[in-house]
């Protein structure tokens, strides 16, 4: 049987010949999707499904059976009615289509469903393939479409389809992306049908459009402290370096330009230790003003809103830390809230925020913007927290991560990022890997699974102590940051090397 070529395999032989290949000849290599991808892919059959109620009178093709898929394709086509899911296969091309719409006599609009707000590259490349297989089977396209999401839609009661969705036409583009199209599928049939795999140089479609799955294998020889952990380099430039045989951040030359912060890094390289401004240090800790409340936030952002009012994607605060020093060195209290319930939990997060934040003191995050927009977001919905988040609160915020993203302290040991999870084990003993939940995506993820899934209590309860766990942690690390931080501005803490102004 002759290989196929699928769409998703045009878009994995677009990004890199070498992953197409390993896809179609050597898929062992190939790792299991982890539990976000696998939401993902779920969110999206969702979303898939909820398209095919704007087209009442459409059919669905059944996709269990290869075969009978295609038979039912061809019986189905001569009915003039919205299909959903027919495959087509012609010249070991195979292409199935979310929705085909009749137009006129003998047309069709190809409707490619996405769950995004927005179009992107990799959509009009995946639909010009639908098109060119299509038009080879036979069919006649008149447009296509992409139909995503509606970022502007408000939920109100039930869910409105033909309002949650907007179809962006994209036939010009197709045009255009096509163009060449017929030498490229020809190169990547050649490919998947070699013996031999493509040898491919790392590059730039290692991460584009999407993180390529077998980039561990690809990257094993790229060594710590390379080029890539400049902080916020572009990747083209990285690449340039990298190409140029320049792989590690101490053979940087001088004559490379480089900001201020990338240039730290190459001196650490050449050096060793730490960058400690001790200036900017003490200017931020003598901007905390005691009591201090360390405070972090846990969201879901669902695609289909929740709740009257909301919007797709829109932030859910569902949980958050907060740990309490009244006084420097003093005893730290910790308080925290975990929604219960599938209401939504926005009320009571904001009320139990206003009990526990006092009137006075400096409210510590890490990426103020977050946890800024998540309360803004959350006053407007409901405004009797308006006047207590605009007056009392905002003008409390201070940013941690300020401190990090500034360079005011870099330890190479954190690899060219300024997260809390690069900067808390260079400060403290505190580590993310411990814990059963060590990520936020994940525990939105658990959180999700355990309030609005059928899952057993025992079930519920573990994951539920498991996110307690992780959120404490988050704040936990403000708190032995900025420990370790005011260790350093008084000079005692004994591991600091070659301090950059003391
Ligand atoms: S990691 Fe990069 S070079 Fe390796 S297969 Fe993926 S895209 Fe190609």
Known sequence: ?????????????LQCPKLLWVAKNDKQRIPEPDEITLK???????????ATRVFPKGQNIPDENFKENLENTKKLISKRIPL????????NLYSRADILVPVGEDEWDIVEVKSATKVKDVNIHDVSFQKYTYEKAGLKIRKCFLMHINNQYCLDGQVEPSELFVQTEITEDVEKFSEGIESRIEQMIKIINSNQEPQCKINISCNNPYECPIKSECWEGVPKDSVFDFYRMLKKKCFELYDSGIICLNEVPESV???????????LAFDGGKHIDKVQIKNFLNNLKYPIYYLDFETINPVIPKFDGMKPYQRIPFQFSLHIQEEEGGEIKHISFLAEGTSDPRPKFMQALKDNLGEKGSILVYNQSFEKGVMNESATAFPEFREWYDENILPRIKDLWDVFRNFYYYDSEQGG???????????????????????????????ERVTYGDVGEEERLRVREALERYCELDT?????????????????????DHPAQL
């Not at 993902?40 to 499904?49: A, C, M, N, T, Y």
Request: proline share 3%; glycine share 6%; no cysteine.
């Open 1 to 13: 049987m002759p290989k196929l070529l699928t769409k998703s395999n045009y878009l994995l032989g």
């Open 40 to 50: 993902k892919f779920s969110e999206g059959h969702i979303i898939g499904e909820l």
């Open 84 to 91: 959903f899911e027919p495959a087509f296969m012609v010249d």
């Open 257 to 267: 330009k480089l900001n201020d912060k990338q240039a730290i890094q190459r001196r």
């Open 417 to 447: 990022s300024a997260s809390i999870k690069a900067v808390l084990p260079v400060l403290s003993d505190l580590k993310y890997s411990d814990l059963e939940i060590s990520k936020g995506d994940l525990a939105s993820l658990e959180y």
């Open 476 to 496: 936990l690390a403000e708190v032995e940051i900025v420990k370790g931080l005011r260790e350093i501005e008084k000079g005692e803490k004994l591991n600091i």
